[in-house]
């Protein structure tokens, strides 16, 4: 990670510090370079745990490795900051064995579609009861700038200087297949809106999964970057029920900057849920 | 008194019953008073018509191993019983079909190839099946019934013990079952003289109560639960399997949830989310699988989370053998993964200790808030032992976290330092414990430090707690010392230590002076004991299923000198008469 500026933090800490919901943060201030889109998405979470009025100690946030792999360190709550591609099957473990507490998952684009992508359909088959966050900056971050499965094709990358011989994987389209029984996407730039689906994606029981759109300002000058989020993200064009899995197909096909819940089914009994039935 | 040491092979392909004939052999013979070690080998192919043997070791006194070679073989099957004669001893005894359903071809017969000093008894065993119950498939109870009637064994006795198998089965099933074993007594008794001069007629034993008939993988899961285990999660792996379907079974009568994951890794993951979660949770596998665990080993030593696993280990490397018994993973159980790692190590040595290493191994896990692993091995999983019911474990074995008190909630450090290393931990939930948990190298508050000094610190804080787990170690299994010193010391672990605590018995009896020693305990291991022990031995034999001898370079390691080693990776178990044989030959 780069090195950041004290002075930029200061500022940056002195204009947040009389709002209600920085309760959430915790002492440590992030380490991520100065116009990392990861911010926003801190922002985005601690305005959700605080309109919700989660208590503290019954949140649970574990991540994996990479960039995204910090945010626990950066929550006032429980966090466990694990393995590279782990969050997923901790978070399952967690949650059937607290299901008391508030568990999120967080993850990178490489932790959670390479390295870690055997998880994600069986967490989403089985519906265990978590909110998933995937930081997608489509590039490996940590490990500064390599090629990760959301990099478009031939993008140049510090692991293919003349361009990405892969095709990327669609996030969304992923999750509906495996069954996620509940399927957003928010935008890095846009709080507000990413607080609504993190909560909304919270409150739901069953396996939430939700795709940010998010700059890496270090490692990915020509893609995924502030100005051409800002040029391109808008409002998903479709039915606000969000209770058709062909228009929510469709939509992860056509609307790669679409930002809204694409899918949510109501009914779906959550794996906790299941069980309880089964064993009853 | 009379004494009775006989080991019994049943020989048939698979179908034929031969399992459950050992089964109920073995139940019949503990009801009255006897003690049994049974083992049974299959194909590792579930179809087909692979050979099937069950062994079964029956004693008057204590037996620590299952015997290696047998007393009398029952061929179920010509064709697989043949190679099965080289396991028969010198005189034995062979009892087999003398007028098969359908007639051998040339040189099939298992009476052709017997060895001109074994006593053979022919039984039509396929025709008194018919006549019993009008088809073959009782021909292993027939065969039953012949030992019964050769031996002197209670006849009314053994049909409750057939009863008792098939309890849940339909009446006809039963009464096939208990007519076909008594067409085959009384045929026996009418139609065979007697030619050997083996009989249970003239033993008494004292009377004993009621004994848990069970293996090891039973005993694994029976200990879990009575141990307050509340999360498993798994994924099928031979021989381990078994312990993941009893408690899919039980588990969510004692408020517990199993879950079953798409491979081990998700599987140790979410057992060390639920340790996290502050709840008891395990997973058990083998060789395959605990390699796939690796990286969740290093994730649970360096942010002390608890979590169990019982590897039973199979042949390997790699996919190996997976139904054949050996202790090749020690090396992966104590040094798998990077970086200095310490976890502890524990491998029960015979069916009853399965019980109490993994009551140990749940409450060394929540106290020490490590990675404990449990090695079994297929022996110790799938033989089965009479044992007396286990002792559950007492409360404070039950409630092992450290949990914080009020003064450390003022301040919180997940990671403090402390004299023995363990750091009291506040589960998530707990106002004021919150915290960060990490697999970096941190600080007392759980933050990510790379300082020299942070690191050094650290790793001396988990060393340490590692150390402390010593003190509550059980005591290593040490026999007496005829005099100050012995010629011969024998070290062992795992499986192998009942057959070497034999070994050593026997020798004894046969003027050579030895002695024994082995430890549950692996790592950390009582070095101590083991070097005053080895100190006072003048030649040290290690006998281990392995092919590098992998606890002899632990142990030359500790003491510091060359010790004999004695490896066998033949799939059997460790054989008493093996060590022996080399003792002899010391
Ligand atoms: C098993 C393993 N392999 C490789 C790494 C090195 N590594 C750390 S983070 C990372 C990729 C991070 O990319 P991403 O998941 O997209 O997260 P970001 O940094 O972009 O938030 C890699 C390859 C590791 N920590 N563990
Ligand atoms: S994701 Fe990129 S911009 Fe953000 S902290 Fe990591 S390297 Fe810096
Ligand atoms: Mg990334």
Redesign the pocket.
């Known amino acids: 990670m780069v090195e950041i500026q004290s002075k930029y933090l200061d500022e940056k800490l002195d204009q947040v510090r009389a709002m209600d919901f920085l309760q959430y943060r915790s002492g440590d201030l992030p380490t991520w370079c100065p116009g990392c889109g ?1 911010f926003g998405i801190m922002d985005a979470f601690y305005k959700a745990c605080r309109q919700m009025e989660l208590k503290h100690e019954n949140i649970c946030t574990v991540s ?6 910090r945010t626990p360190i950066f929550i006032n709550s429980y966090g466990f900051h694990t ?3 782990r969050s997923i099957p901790v978070a399952s473990g967690l949650k059937l064995a607290r299901p008391d507490l508030t568990v999120f998952a967080v ?6 579609l ?2 870690g992508g055997g998880h994600l359909p069986h967490v989403a088959r089985k519906n265990i009861d978590i909110t998933f966050i995937l ?3 489509s ?5 500064k700038g ?1 090629s ?1 499965s959301t990099t478009p094709y031939e993008m140049k990358t510090n692991s293919h200087p003349v361009g990405n011989p892969d095709s990327p994987l669609n996030p969304i389209r992923l999750a509906l297949s495996y069954g996620a029984s509940f399927v957003a996407r928010g935008y890095a730039g846009d709080p507000e809106g990413m607080k609504e689906v993190i909560m909304e994606g919270t409150k739901h029981p069953g396996f939430s999964f939700i795709q940010i759109l998010t700059p ?1 300002v270090t490692f990915d000058k020509s893609n995924r970057t502030w100005k051409n989020l800002k040029e391109n993200v808008h409002p998903l064009r479709m039915s606000p029920e969000a209770d058709n899995m062909e228009t929510a197909m469709r939509a992860a096909e056509n609307q790669p900057f679409g930002v809204g819940v694409f899918f949510k089914d109501k009914d779906r009994r959550s794996y906790q849920d299941i069980l309880d039935g089964l064993n009853a | 008194m009379k004494d009775i040491n006989i080991v019994i092979e049943i020989c048939g392909s698979a179908g034929e019953g031969t399992i459950s004939a050992g089964e109920i052999l073995s139940r019949f013979m503990s009801s009255q008073g006897y003690e049994i070690m049974s083992f049974d080998s299959y194909p590792a192919e579930i179809r087909g018509f692979g050979k099937c043997v069950a062994h079964t070791r029956i004693s008057s006194s204590v037996i620590n191993s299952p015997g290696k070679l047998a007393d009398v073989l029952i061929a179920l099957n010509d064709g697989h019983s043949i190679s099965q004669l080289s396991a028969l001893k010198k005189g034995g005894i062979l009892i087999y079909d003398s007028q098969p359903a359908k007639p051998h071809e040339e040189d099939k017969s298992v009476l052709g190839w017997a060895d001109p000093s074994v006593v053979s008894y022919g039984v039509p065993l396929a025709m008194l099946a018919q006549k019993a119950a009008g088809n073959l498939r009782g021909r292993n109870m027939v065969a039953l019934g012949a030992i019964a009637a050769l031996f002197d064994l209670d006849r009314e006795g053994f049909t409750d013990s057939i009863k008792a198998r098939y309890a849940k089965k339909k009446q006809i099933v039963i009464d096939s079952n208990v007519n076909s074993f008594l067409e085959g007594f009384d045929w026996t008794k009418d139609h065979i003289e007697k030619k050997d001069t083996f009989t249970f007629d003239g033993v008494s034993l004292e009377p004993r109560g009621e004994k848990l008939i069970i293996n090891g993988n039973q005993l694994v899961a029976q200990a879990a639960l009575d141990a307050d285990l509340k999360f498993y999660a798994g994924y099928p792996i031979t021989p381990a399997t078994k312990i993941m379907e009893i408690l899919s079974k039980e588990l969510p009568g004692y408020g517990g949830t199993l879950l079953q994951t798409e491979d081990e890794i998700s599987a140790i993951g979410a057992v060390v989310g639920a340790g996290y979660g502050g709840i008891r949770a395990m997973t058990a596998t083998s060789g395959p699988g605990f390699a796939l665990m690796t ?1 969740f080993t290093g994730l649970s030593v360096m942010a002390e989370v608890p979590a169990v696993i019982v590897d039973s280990q199979r042949g390997g490397p790699s996919t190996g053998i997976p139904t054949k018994t050996e202790q090749s993973d020690f090396n992966a159980a104590l040094y798998s993964g990077t970086g200095d790692c310490p976890r502890v190590v524990l491998a029960p040595t015979d069916t009853a200790s399965c019980y109490d290493a993994t009551v140990l191994g749940l409450y060394l896990a929540e106290k020490y808030q490590t990675l404990v692993v449990i090695l079994l091995d297929f022996f110790l999983s799938n033989s089965i032992r009479n044992i007396d019911t286990p002792k559950k474990p007492g409360p404070q074995m039950l409630n092992a976290n450290v949990n914080p008190t009020e003064e450390d909630l003022k301040d919180y450090k997940r990671y403090k330092f402390t004299d023995d290393g363990i750091s009291p931990r506040a589960i998530p939930g707990t106002p004021g414990g919150i915290s960060f948990y990490t697999g970096l190298e941190h600080d007392e508050r759980g933050r990510p430090d790379y300082s020299d000094k942070g690191h050094l610190a650290m790793s001396e804080k988990r060393y340490r707690k590692h150390a402390s787990v010593l003190k509550e170690a059980p005591a290593p299994v040490i026999s007496d010392f005829d005099g100050d010193r012995a010629d011969i010391g024998v070290i062992s672990w795992g499986s192998s230590a009942g057959a070497a605590h034999e070994a050593v018995a026997t020798a004894k009896k046969e003027g050579i002076n030895a002695a024994s020693f082995s430890s549950v305990m692996l790592y950390p291991f009582p070095d101590e004991a083991l070097i005053e022990f080895a100190g006072r031995c003048d030649n040290i034999l290690i006998p281990e299923l392995n092919f590098q001898g992998q606890f002899a370079d632990y142990a030359q390691g500790v003491i510091k000198r060359e010790v004999t080693r004695l490896n066998f990776i033949t799939g059997r178990p460790m054989a008493a008469e093996d060590i022996l044989d080399k003792m002899r030959e010391m």
Do not use: K, P, V
Request: proline share 0%; with cysteine; hydrophobic share 25%.
């Open positions: 990861y994996g490795i990479g960039c995204s792999g393995l590279h591609g993850a990178g684009d490489g932790d959670a390479g390295i930081f997608d900056n590039i490996y971050g940590l490990t390599q990760s890496c | 990286e």
